[in-house]
């Protein structure tokens, strides 16, 4: 069976802070990994991963996949409160996207 | 751009009533279609997804039933509601050749 597991559940730093997110993934037919951010209601998406060893990055966020560990991570540095969410991580086949269960991330002023 | 257009925003609905929520997508055409769940501050539960018109795939057995009438309008349906039918629901959509599928803006319903 598909899954994804993203960790910590739950996270809560000072600003400033770096953080690192993890997500692991067991998806047959694997074609991408997808990061998003969720605020309030829709996920506004962030990072597509579809190579391994190839950083992608975005202002303080970067994002890296490794395919053969299967595994994903997501770093935000000199976070602000803004970036206070819940991230959520996906697998992405041909015909599904399989997401986690979300980190709650809460940075504290 | 794709928009998803997602409808009713908020719904309170009493036991055993009916439930239709319409998703509509601007933009692109022939997209990969997806309901999810959401409990209250927790990941997306794929509820249903759909690769064409007419074909539906469930991922979790339960009173809800999906529908795609048309290459761009994707419905999810009960007949009888239940308390556990309360939460977050998501529609999504977006090309297999994407880099991403974009989110509706969601719907709250309450089973009272």
């Known amino acids: 069976e598909d899954k994804v597991v993203q960790s910590p559940l739950s996270l809560v730093v000072h600003e400033g802070d770096t953080v690192t997110l993890n997500c692991s993934y067991e998806?047959?037919?694997?074609?991408?990994l997808l990061w998003y951010k969720q605020e309030k209601k829709a996920p506004t998406f962030l990072f597509m991963l579809?190579?391994?060893?190839i950083e992608k990055k975005s202002g303080r966020l970067s994002s890296i996949l490794d395919k053969k560990e299967l595994f994903s991570i997501l770093n935000i540095t000199a976070t602000q409160t803004g970036d206070s969410a819940i991230y959520l991580c996906?697998?992405?086949?041909?015909?599904?996207?399989?997401f986690g269960k979300g980190t709650r991330l809460h940075i504290l002023p | 751009s794709q928009t998803i257009h997602q409808w009713p925003a908020t719904l309170v609905q009493p036991v055993g009533s009916p439930l239709s929520l319409e998703c509509t997508v601007e933009?692109?055409?022939?997209?990969?279609l997806y309901w999810y769940r959401q409990a209250a501050g927790r990941g997306l539960q794929l509820l249903f997804y759909?690769?064409?018109?007419?074909?539906i795939s469930s991922e979790v057995p339960q009173n809800l039933s999906a529908s795609r009438p048309q290459d761009r309008q994707f419905i999810l349906s009960s007949k009888k509601l239940l308390l556990s039918d309360s939460g977050f629901y998501l529609c999504?959509?977006?090309?297999?050749?994407?880099?991403?599928?974009?989110f509706g803006e969601g719907s709250w319903l309450t089973v009272v």
């Open positions: 933009g692109t055409s022939n997209p990969n």
């Open positions: 998806v047959t037919n694997f074609r991408s």
């Open positions: 999504a959509g977006g090309r297999l050749s994407g880099n991403t599928i974009y």
């Open positions: 579809t190579s391994s060893g």
């Open positions: 996906a697998g992405r086949r041909d015909d599904k996207i399989i």
């Open positions: 759909s690769v064409g018109i007419g074909q």
